[in-house]
Each structure stands twice: as structure tokens, then as C-alpha cells.
């Protein structure tokens, strides 16, 4: 009787590990050798929304007696509790459903609580199993995962967008700099033009000031010889004058004598 109520007990810790534990949105296993499980819940749930827990217990092929379930729901702002069976009798086969109506409050993981006890009848003798199971069942969040995922997708329309603008605006620096360098080589063009004109100014203005000490020169020259002709006319003139006079006063002592 012992070594059947152990190997029971080894029997639902085996099967209870086969349970797939922290996988989200669905699963199932065995309570002991004698009892399925299975829920089903959305894998993410939006905070402040409403969500279902749906769970199903079925029967295996022999009969369950002292037939005790209650879940309890945890996590993201929930707690509730359901007590499904208290001390029944489950005959083979049978199966039970139970949907659960939630509300999430805050971001978070909700976990689904099972606790079980029944006895059942094999070879002549009595197997009790008894255990608590802990399965996180959803996830509450901000955000779920599609609108994350369109978010995303808007954005990488974006990004997209931007590349082009960018290789776009690269295009016009890449054609703005060969305008730029070629506008540098004309203005080092005119630059050196220009310093050349400069050289070329300076040396005329040198020639101009050449020639106009010249200018001055000649003009002074001439101012002498104006003068110097003035006073050898002025001088030729009164020459003249006194050339005339005399010859005048000689020819009228001459008109004297004669008479």
C-alpha cells in the first residue's frame, strides 16, 4: 500500500514537471495520473482592458473521489480566486470547463494558481494526489505587441524616408561643394588678376609721377626762356627808341648846320 502511494506521488511530481510552465497564451498536462489540464488565456493584454482565462478539467479513465479544485489568478493588477470542485465525486471521462472574466490594472505577469486533491482506486488500493501549480498565463502591458510592431513599422517608413532625404540632401552637398570649388578657383583667378592690375597700377602711377616731374620740369624752362624773351624784346625796343631819338637829333643838327 505504501510503495503505491509513493510511486503515486513520484507518478504526479513526473507529470506535473512535464507541465508547461511560463508559456504564455496556452497549455496543458496532467494533475497526477488522473486529472488533465488545460487553459487557454491571450498571451498579451493591454492595461485597463477585460480578458478571458478559459480552463477545462477532464477526467482520465478511472474514477476521482474527494474531488477538490480552486484556481486563483495573480498579477498585473488581478487577484481572484474560484473554489470549481469542493470534495466531489468525478466519474471517468468527465470534464469540466471554466471561464474566468478579468481585468488588468497595471502592467505586469499574470500567473494562474491550481490546487488539487483527489483520491483514486488502482489494484485494490487508494492513491491520494495532492498539489499546487503556479503557470504564468499573459502578459499586461502598456502597449501590446501588434501596435508595438505597426509603431515600429511607421517608424521604419520614416527611417526609410529620411535615408532618401538624407542621400538626397548628400547629392546636393556633393554638387554644392563642386560649385563652391570651382567658384574658389575663379575667385583665386580674379585674386591673382587683380594682383596684377594692382603691380600694373602702381608702376603707371610711378610713370605718371615720372612724367610729371618732367612736366614740371619743361614747364619751368619754358617760364625761363618767356622771361628771358620778354626782357630781350623789352631791351630790342628801347634799342629801338633810343636809336631813334638819336638818329633824330642828328639829323636835326645836321638840318642846322646846312642852313
Not at 129 to 158: C, H, M, P, Y
Request: aromatic share 12%.
Amino acid at each position: 500500500m505504501r510503495s503505491r502511494l509513493v510511486f503515486g506521488v513520484l507518478l504526479v511530481f513526473v507529470l506535473v514537471l512535464g507541465l508547461p510552465f511560463g508559456v504564455l497564451g496556452g497549455g496543458y498536462g496532467f494533475i497526477g495520473p488522473g486529472l488533465r489540464f488545460e487553459f487557454s488565456a491571450p498571451s498579451e493584454v493591454r492595461v485597463g482592458s477585460v480578458f478571458g482565462v478559459d480552463l477545462t478539467f477532464t477526467v482520465a479513465s478511472f474514477d476521482l473521489y474527494n474531488v477538490t479544485v480552486e484556481v486563483a489568478v495573480r498579477g498585473g493588477g488581478v487577484s481572484s480566486s474560484l473554489r470549481v470542485f469542493d470534495g466531489v465525486f468525478l466519474s471517468a471521462g468527465n470534464f469540466t470547463v471554466v471561464s474566468l472574466s478579468l481585468r488588468a490594472e497595471r502592467e505586469g505577469v499574470v500567473s494562474l494558481g491550481v490546487i488539487v486533491s483527489y483520491d483514486y482506486f488502482v489494484d485494490n488500493g487508494t492513491n491520494h494526489v495532492s498539489n499546487i501549480l503556479w503557470i504564468d498565463v499573459a502578459r499586461v502591458v502598456g502597449k501590446l505587441r501588434s501596435e508595438l510592431e505597426g509603431e515600429i513599422s511607421s517608424l521604419s517608413g520614416e527611417v526609410e524616408y529620411l535615408k532618401s532625404v538624407i542621400s538626397d540632401l548628400n547629392s546636393s552637398y556633393r554638387g554644392l561643394m563642386a560649385e563652391y570649388e570651382g567658384l574658389k578657383a575663379d575667385y583665386e583667378s580674379l585674386e591673382e588678376n587683380l594682383t596684377s592690375l594692382r603691380e600694373s597700377y602702381d608702376a603707371l602711377l610711378d610713370e605718371y609721377a615720372a612724367l610729371k616731374a618732367k612736366l614740371s620740369a619743361v614747364e619751368g624752362s619754358f617760364s625761363g626762356v618767356q622771361q628771358a624773351m620778354y626782357a630781350f624784346m623789352v631791351a630790342t625796343v628801347v634799342f629801338v627808341g633810343c636809336t631813334g631819338f638819336l638818329l633824330a637829333l642828328l639829323l636835326g643838327k645836321f638840318r642846322v648846320f646846312k642852313k
